[in-house]
């Protein structure tokens, strides 16, 4: 029997979440919106300032009122909110070394307040991967850890203090991606554990934030054989239905990631993979930042159209799906309206919590090298960075170090420009070398070797994940933001407060 297509295509546009360019909407964003299209995705691409998003986001309530306008804001080394000068906030691997689920949900809070001003209404943070493989590419400082009891009280305090502030927070990359060599842009990562090291570890945080009430789950585009030994997470009914919705009785929105990321769309196809993962359980298909075009969504809606005439993805299911959307678009509605006479949001708990978050690390002969009092030479080694950063958004302790300490001087080398000795120029000034998952990069490792050979009294400050501690002074950011940066200056300068 071939099912009747009147309706579908408006079904069909109410389940994505596209993204695009432009930092006003495109005429085919406001006219699919007339056209039943339930939610956008706003990247950096579409951020100017607040006041900017405020506007945009008013443009698209003018189509539609209750459209879900998401963005991906960690809060963190990923924002996009920011992503013009970096995050005033440290992230979610500082609030873990903080480990104060208190401050945790005032930092959520205070983004939400500040991400509801603009109009956002869906928020794909917090973060819920236990980071148990320092090797991670994409994940790192982006977890709150590598303990899956620490990461599930913080995503908790996360979802609180974000969903307190009118915003709906999104658990992401279920069941969990902290455990992986591979990032999935690229390709498909391959999860080896056990059931029962699952429950314990990749599986807590999400069992956490569904206990307390999350809105919406990210999938993340993993194979897991111990629960789905041949379709990635995102296409299994095993895991989003038999996993998450019955076992564990999550009752929100599943929204996957990027569908056009390479570990799905180079096996399953583009429109492959959306329709096979509204098949399997999912509710909203994510279109990221690589297909930001009318094309795109298009070809999405249309062959999620085609599929359900097929009989390949039952019409019920896109009902179910398109119902929760709305579920949520009500959700999001409500919020916005309780939220009269709430403070403004942009305080500096973000800038207190990136304080509480450094740490320092002396050997005897390095414990007379701070406080800096005159300018210093600051060499900042440079990782390639992962897509999910994104390569537009500043990091770094020279320019905040230079505000304190004029004079200061910064030089950056990525691989394979790194000179034989990073620090020669540095003369007799103070040196001070900079690094990000220093115990992930070779060269980096054998450049700062090189350097603390010719200057042992060098100051090592580690942005990222401080898996190896090295040098007379070694200083611990657990972050590589704005926030981050000013911290770290004021510890290298004796002014931190």
Same mark, same amino acid.
């Given at each position: 029997m071939t099912a009747p297509t009147g309706h579908l295509p408006e079904l069909a546009a109410a389940v994505l979440q596209p993204g695009f360019v432009g930092t006003t909407p495109p005429p085919w964003v406001c006219r699919w919106l007339g056209e039943g299209l339930g939610a956008v995705v706003l990247f950096a691409?579409?951020?100017?300032?607040? $006041?900017?998003?405020?506007? #945009?986001? /008013?443009t698209l309530r003018a189509e539609r009122p209750d459209v879900i306008v998401a963005i991906d804001e960690e809060a963190g080394d990923v924002t996009r909110i920011e992503s013009v000068h970096g995050s005033s906030r440290p992230g979610n691997f500082a609030l873990g070394a903080v480990d104060d689920p208190t401050l945790t949900e005032a930092v959520a809070r205070d983004l939400g307040v500040e991400l509801a001003e603009a109009g956002v209404t869906l928020n794909y943070a917090p973060d819920a991967d236990v980071n148990s493989n320092p090797e991670n590419p994409v994940i790192g400082v982006r977890?709150?850890?590598?303990?899956?009891?620490?990461?599930a009280r913080h995503t908790v305090a996360w979802v609180r203090g974000l969903q307190a502030g009118g915003v709906a927070a999104c658990a992401k990359h279920f069941p969990g991606h902290g455990d992986t060599r591979v990032d999935s842009h690229h390709d498909l990562p391959r999860i080896i $554990?056990?059931?029962?090291? #699952?429950? /314990?570890?990749?599986?807590?945080?999400?069992?956490?934030?569904?206990?307390?009430?999350?809105?919406?789950?990210?999938?993340g585009h993993l194979l897991v054989p111990a629960l789905d030994p041949h379709l990635p997470a995102t296409l299994s009914q095993r895991i989003l239905g038999g996993l998450l919705r019955d076992e564990m009785g999550f009752s929100g929105v599943v929204v996957t990631d990027a569908v056009e990321m390479r570990a799905v769309a180079d096996r399953y196809g583009f429109a492959g993979a959306a329709v096979r993962a509204l098949a399997a359980g999912a509710d909203a298909i994510c279109i990221g930042g690589e297909r930001a075009d009318e094309q795109s969504a298009r070809e999405l809606r249309d062959a999620i159209v085609a599929a359900v005439v097929s009989g390949e993805l039952p019409e019920e299911r896109l009902a179910e799906a398109a119902k929760r959307v709305g579920q949520l678009a009500a959700w999001t509605v409500a919020a916005r309206g309780s939220r009269a006479g709430t403070p403004h949001g942009g305080s500096d708990v973000g800038l207190v919590a990136a304080r509480r978050a450094v740490r320092v690390t002396t050997t005897p002969g390095g414990r007379a090298t701070l406080p800096l009092t005159h300018s210093a030479y600051v060499v900042e080694f440079e990782p390639p960075r992962n897509i999910a950063i994104g390569a537009e958004t500043p990091w770094g302790i020279g320019a905040p170090l230079g505000g304190l300490l004029p004079g200061t001087t910064t030089v950056r080398y990525a691989e394979p420009d790194v000179p034989a000795d990073p620090g020669a120029a540095a003369g007799d000034r103070p040196l001070v070398l900079v690094v990000r998952d220093l115990h992930r990069h070779h060269w980096m490792r054998a450049a700062v070797q090189r350097a603390l050979a010719a200057r042992p009294d060098a100051i090592v400050v580690e942005l990222g994940v401080p898996e190896l501690v090295t040098g007379a002074v070694h200083l611990a950011t657990h972050s590589g933001t704005r926030a981050s940066g000013q911290a770290a200056a004021e510890v290298l300068t004796g002014r931190a407060r």
């Open positions: 691409r579409n951020v100017v300032d607040p $006041a900017q998003v405020a506007a #945009l986001t /008013a977890s709150f850890g590598a303990d899956p009891a620490l990461v $554990a056990d059931r029962d090291r #699952l429950d /314990a570890c990749e599986l807590a945080p999400f069992r956490a934030a569904v206990a307390a009430g999350v809105q919406a789950v990210m999938t």
